[in-house]
C-alpha cells in the first residue's frame, strides 16, 4: 500500500494548458515536498509547505497543503514545454521520530507538447 | 544550499559483482540518506546513514545487500553488493541539516546498470 498516492501519473497536455497534480495519504505529515526531476539528474527541490492550508506560488506553479495536512497539490498554469519532466511529492510523516527521512509518491510525468 | 557530488554518476557492473558509491557534501550535514529509484519508479528510501555507528536500514533492505559507511558529516559510501539484474537502479544521496531549515537535497545520482 502507498502512503502517498500520486495522481494521476502520467499527463500530456498541451502548451498553455493548465493542470493539477494531487498528493493523497490516510497519514498526517510533518512537512510535504514537491520535487522536479529531469532524465539524467536528481531530484531539485521546488517548495516545501509545513502549515495546513498554506499556499505557496512559485511563478506559474501554486502548492497547496491541506488543512489537515493529508494532502498537497500541485497547480500549473499556462503550461510551458519547458515544464516537462517527473515531478514528485514527498513527505516526513509525523509518526517518523526523524527528520530528513522522506516517503515519495509514485511520480506524475508530464509531457506539455508545443 | 548543499552541494552534492556522486561518484561514479554512470556505470555497467557484471551480475555476481559489487560496487562501491561515494556521496560528498561540501559542507558538514546532520543527516546524509540513501535512495533507490528503479526504472520508471518513484524514489524509496534504503537506509540512513549515521555517522560513526551503523547505518538504520528500511524494510526490504539490509547491511549483507547494501552495506553503508559514513565516517565523518560530509562523506558517505553505499555499496550494492553481489549485484543482479534487479539491482540495476539509480542511486541517489541525500542529505539534510538543521542549519538550513531541514532543507533535503539530493545528488545527482548514480546510474547502475547491471548486465
Known amino acids: 500500500t502507498q502512503l502517498l498516492e500520486q495522481s494521476p501519473q502520467f499527463l500530456s497536455i498541451q502548451e498553455g494548458e493548465n493542470l493539477t497534480v494531487y498528493c493523497n495519504s490516510s497519514?498526517?505529515?510533518?512537512?510535504l515536498q514537491w520535487y522536479r526531476q529531469e532524465p539524467g539528474e536528481g531530484p531539485v527541490l521546488l517548495v516545501t509547505?509545513?502549515?495546513?492550508?498554506e499556499v505557496k506560488k512559485l511563478k506559474r506553479l501554486t502548492f497547496q497543503f491541506g488543512d489537515a495536512r493529508k494532502d498537497s497539490s500541485l497547480h500549473i498554469t499556462a503550461a510551458q514545454t519547458g515544464d516537462t519532466g517527473l515531478y514528485l511529492c514527498?513527505?516526513?510523516?509525523?509518526?517518523?521520530?526523524?527528520?530528513?527521512?522522506?516517503?515519495f509518491g509514485q511520480g506524475t510525468e508530464l509531457s506539455v507538447k508545443p | 544550499s548543499a552541494v552534492i557530488s556522486q561518484k561514479p554518476s554512470r556505470d555497467i557492473c557484471q551480475r555476481g559483482t559489487s560496487l562501491t558509491i561515494q556521496c560528498q557534501v561540501d559542507?558538514?550535514?546532520?543527516?546524509m540518506f540513501w535512495y533507490r529509484q528503479q526504472p520508471g519508479q518513484s524514489l524509496t528510501l534504503i537506509a540512513t546513514?549515521?555517522?560513526?555507528?551503523?547505518?538504520?536500514?528500511e524494510s526490504g533492505f539490509v547491511i549483507d545487500k547494501f552495506p553503508i559507511s559514513r565516517p565523518n558529516l560530509t562523506f558517505s559510501t553505499l555499496t550494492v553488493s553481489n549485484m543482479s539484474p534487479e539491482d540495476s537502479s539509480i542511486y541517489l544521496c541525500?542529505?539534510?541539516?538543521?542549519?538550513?531549515?531541514?532543507?533535503?537535497?539530493f545528488g545527482e545520482g548514480s546510474w547502475l546498470t547491471v548486465v
Open positions: 541525500s542529505v539534510s541539516d538543521r542549519d538550513s531549515g531541514n532543507t533535503i537535497y
Open positions: 497519514s498526517v505529515f510533518s512537512s
Open positions: 509547505v509545513v502549515t495546513g492550508g
Open positions: 514527498a513527505g516526513t510523516p509525523s509518526f517518523y521520530n526523524q527528520g530528513g527521512k522522506l516517503i
Open positions: 559542507s558538514q550535514v546532520t543527516m
Open positions: 546513514a549515521n555517522q560513526g555507528s551503523e547505518a538504520t536500514y
